[in-house]
């Protein structure tokens, strides 16, 4: 019973864990799991929020790593890569969530160190970024947590936010998913009221409050979205043909890392330059990498975006002239 318990700021309610244990073949009452809970909360930091509906129990958030005992070598090691992807870009509130396992992992890793008088692993990987590294914003943690749980439970929530203008606006929301791109955190959602895809930042929420109403047969396929782009600022919705003229670095970086599965890069007669043709989904995101790449690459076609490239080059450009002293 102890292994289904989640770690704070998640919970589960007795109705729950009695339906858990019943799927693993244990049939006990609500009674002597509430019981049991009670008297194992006096041996185990586990704990039983009952600060609002549904209470839940959980792990204490600073409690010992109960769950992954005796992590092999192996395991430790991916851990650890885990957190030197993860410790820049997640909030501090998520990062205390999983501290616990990557404690784990690093004891194993140093007792292995210590056993064999070898330089540590934690001394022998790194991890870079191929972005400009950013500060993940601040996320008030009580307003994460009350959203983590309502997400489990498809309970609606009443939210007031502010966007980038520093306008104020409050509505029902039914929450779906948590998405994370670089250092930002956003809650997918619909509108209770008219069923409106909503996409928020979690940092930009102001305050948060439980409905206790909730919602049912809300599906939604999140991964077809990320494949559509959706979550990528789109411009056109539907894949284009696109032809680039690229430079030999920039093709042989693509031969290793693919724009996508269908490019195809052939050499140009009489020139140091490749043709690439692709089919993509033209978003925010394509547009930010071909500038980020520009005396790399030339778009072709289609003529549209071609005019938007040159649009915004052409804008940069004056933006220095008009500046420069």
């Known amino acids: 019973m102890l292994r289904m318990l989640p770690r704070y700021p998640l919970k589960i309610t007795s109705k729950d864990l009695i339906d858990k244990l019943r799927d693993n073949h ?14 194992l909360s006096q041996q185990f930091p586990i704990s039983l929020d009952d600060r609002s509906k549904p209470y839940g129990w959980s792990w ?42 990557f404690i784990n992992a690093y004891k194993t890793l140093e007792q292995f ?16 970024e191929s972005n400009q590294r950013l500060i993940p914003p601040t996320i008030n943690e009580d307003i994460q947590n009350e959203i983590t749980n309502c997400l489990l ?19 029902n929301i039914m929450p779906l998913a948590l998405l994370q791109r670089g250092s930002m955190i956003y809650l997918f959602a619909k509108d209770s009221k008219n069923s409106k895809e909503l996409t928020i930042a979690l940092n930009r929420i102001i305050s948060i409050k439980r ?18 782009g959706e979550f990528d600022f789109v411009e056109k919705n539907k894949p284009v043909q696109i032809e680039l003229r690229i430079s030999k670095a920039t093709a ?16 140009i007669p ?3 330059f490749y043709q690439m043709k692709a089919e993509v989904i033209i978003t925010e995101q394509l547009i930010w990498w071909i500038l980020a790449h520009s005396i790399n690459i030339e778009v072709i076609r289609p003529v549209s975006l071609r005019n938007e490239i040159l649009t915004l080059l ?11 002293t």
């Open 270 to 272: 009489n020139s140091s």
């Open 60 to 101: 204490q958030k600073d409690a010992p790593n109960f769950d992954v005992p005796n992590l092999s070598l192996y395991e430790s090691f991916l851990l650890m890569l885990a957190d030197q992807n993860l410790k820049r870009i997640l909030p501090e509130n998520i990062k205390k969530i999983i501290k616990p396992y």
């Open 26 to 39: 244990f049939f006990i009452t609500k009674r002597t799991v509430e019981r049991d809970l009670n008297a």
């Open 113 to 128: 160190t210590k056993n064999n008088k070898k330089r540590g692993w934690s001394e022998k990987i790194r991890i870079l």
């Open 211 to 228: 409905t206790g109403n909730f919602f049912k047969n809300i599906t939604v396929n999140i991964d077809k979205k990320i494949e559509m």
């Open 314 to 324: 052409t804008n940069t450009l004056n933006l220095y002239k008009n500046s420069a």
């Open 153 to 171: 439970h498809d309970e609606i929530i009443t939210v007031r936010y502010k966007n980038r203008a520093l306008q104020e606006t409050e509505f």
């Open 252 to 267: 042989q970086h693509l031969e290793e890392s693919k724009l996508c599965v269908s490019q195809v890069i052939k050499s």
